[in-house]
């Protein structure tokens, strides 16, 4: 039964590759006689033609990491696999792959700007420098939610027996040798499949290493707390992100991908060939409001699955890197809009795990790391593997995940401030850095011990935001140059509909919450003063944004350009 569903999607979502990837080429005109920017500059440093099946698998792991695992494994318990998998399918074909393949096209025929520089073009100054600040907002966000699910990691106990400890020395034994990789690919000037013999075994060495080192430094380091392993991870982060990209960023980024296709090939082969049956409900919610939490559907559902249906943190990867490197211009289907469909099937195969779980199973009350690990491990151990190593794999490529967005993001946000402060030395490099890093240790401290529960709902509302906001701002690129637009307006409409929504959720707890402090009584739980504070702060420069765009779409009506249907 849990084959045949894996195998519908995938089914689901080749026909939407191959029907409405087609609509899309057409919609733009696709021409590869159109001289890219990789091509036209071709500097060696930022600009630099790259093949379409390596640049892929570069785009497809840079956007890929923990969201299209979490966000559905989360939506699926508490409404059930039935609403989450066809949020993912439909989300992902109409939605998120137009977003993500319209913005790197954009950039393309842009000379590779990025997202905020194309918005200056066709609105104000003033309407880049918010949305710069929104991109910044969304980013710390980011931060903050994956840090914690990091460090929640690194605490993994399951049957009695502490997992994290060893994925925590087996991470950073995988972040050493990235930085070895990095040095000898620099040295030796090695071809991927060479550094990819040499190194991957030297990852599953240590994956096998880490429950096995010495028991003392494995009990000390069980001793570190959630918080502490939070304050580390974010040192790590402003390191690593101040770090000259080819010592730890592109060695890392390689090996991670290498465990993503490892862990996708295991999660669709257990899924399609082990014969396990679906025994997690379709649908989990009494009317409309889930019995597992008592959430709405609406909008709950929509800004939860988040990076498995649609992102905004996607736009800002293909403009700020990958459409430098665009070798065709039909490349940017595959690329742009093959990838968010990749990214949709990981969600299902993430959804799977929950799937074949029993609503009395207690690991339903685990987060969502180890739900994900315990199904790739079950997976595993039909291949004869020790289900021990092979959860301390799956931990260690959900941390791997991870560590991807986190020094990623992070350099973003030190990049999207430098840009909007004009920050050019060295000293505005550590500034920024530091700035960026700041309110995610703050709220860390702040908040309760699970964080991430706290900081997901604010980080996948900004970033369905962010998606909404760069989908009305590819609508105006469209109008400004006579093309159709609606098929892009409709979806941003919804999407601002759902984000808009999510964040009343938030403000109005706070705005219920304060009669009480007034008076005299209890004040905000942290939670709540930070979910509250940060979703008027995003409503706000949101509602502010959405003014700006509709006033130059309808500026552009009357120039004679109008919304073509």
Not at 133 to 159: E, H, M, N, P, R
Request: charged fraction near 10%.
């Amino acid at each position: 039964m849990l084959g045949l569903l894996v195998f519908v999607c995938s089914l689901v979502l080749v026909a939407g590759y191959l029907c409405y990837g087609r609509f899309l080429s057409r919609a733009v005109l696709l021409n590869d006689n159109n001289t890219t920017p990789a091509c036209a500059i071709n500097d060696g440093v930022d600009y630099v033609p790259a093949p379409k099946g390596i640049l892929m698998g570069q785009h497809f792991s840079a956007i890929s990491a923990a969201g299209p695992i979490v966000g559905p494994i989360l939506a699926g318990l508490w409404f059930g696999w039935l609403p989450a998998i066809l949020w993912i399918l439909v989300g992902s074909i109409f939605i998120g792959g137009t977003h993500d393949f319209l913005s790197l096209v954009a950039s393309v025929r842009h000379r590779g700007a990025s997202m905020g520089e194309i918005i200056r073009q066709y609105t104000t100054p003033k309407t880049r420098f918010m949305f710069l600040a929104f991109v910044w907002i969304s980013l710390v966000y980011v931060i903050c939610a994956f840090t914690d699910v990091t460090a929640q990691t690194f605490k993994t106990v399951t049957g009695g027996t502490a997992f994290g400890p060893g994925v925590a020395v087996t991470s950073f034994i995988y972040l050493v040798l990235g930085v070895v990789m990095g040095f000898v690919t620099r040295r030796f000037k090695m071809g991927p499949l060479l550094l990819a013999l040499i190194f991957v075994p030297c990852v599953l060495a240590a994956i096998w290493f880490g429950p096995h080192c010495p028991a003392p430094l494995l009990n000390a380091i069980e001793r570190i707390s959630i918080k502490e392993w939070d304050m580390i991870l974010l040192a790590y982060c402003f390191i690593a992100s101040i770090t000259p990209v080819w010592i730890l960023l592109q060695p890392r980024g390689f090996l991670g991908g290498c465990l993503l296709y490892m862990v996708m090939g295991a999660g669709l082969t257990g899924a399609l060939f082990a014969g396990f049956d679906i025994h997690y409900p379709a649908v989990n919610m009494t009317g409309l409001h889930s019995m597992t939490k008592g959430l709405p559907l609406v909008p709950v559902l929509f800004i939860t699955v988040a990076c498995g249906a649609i992102s905004g943190f996607h736009s800002i990867v293909s403009t700020g890197t990958t459409s430098k490197q665009i070798m065709r211009e039909r490349d940017t289907l595959p690329i742009g809009y093959g990838s968010m469909l990749l990214e949709a099937f990981v969600a299902v195969l993430a959804l799977a795990t929950v799937m074949v779980l029993k609503q009395d199973d207690p690991l339903l009350k685990s987060d969502p790391n180890m739900i994900f690990a315990n199904g790739i491990a079950r997976y595993l151990e039909l291949a004869h593997i020790d289900y021990n190593i092979a959860l301390s794999f799956a931990l260690l490529a959900f941390s791997t995940f991870v560590y991807d967005t986190l020094d990623v993001t992070t350099r973003l946000g030190r990049y999207v401030l430098q840009e909007m402060l004009g920050w050019r030395s060295r000293a505005g490099v550590f500034a920024a850095t530091a700035i960026t890093l700041l309110m995610p240790m703050a709220f860390l401290l702040l908040t309760r011990e699970k964080a991430y529960l706290v900081a997901w709902p604010i980080f996948g509302t900004s970033n369905q935001m962010l998606a909404s906001l760069v989908l009305l701002a590819l609508a105006v690129w469209l109008i400004r140059t006579n093309k159709n637009a609606v098929w892009v307006l409709v979806p941003a409409a919804f999407m601002l509909v759902m984000t808009f929504s999510s964040l009343w959720l938030k403000i109005s707890a706070l705005f219920k919450a304060l009669p009480g402090l007034l008076n005299g009584g209890a004040a905000p739980t942290p939670d709540v003063l930070i979910s509250g504070v940060a979703g008027l702060v995003l409503a706000i420069v949101g509602i502010w944004l959405v003014i700006e765009m509709a006033g130059v779409v309808l500026k552009a009506r009357r120039q004679g350009h109008g919304v073509r249907l």
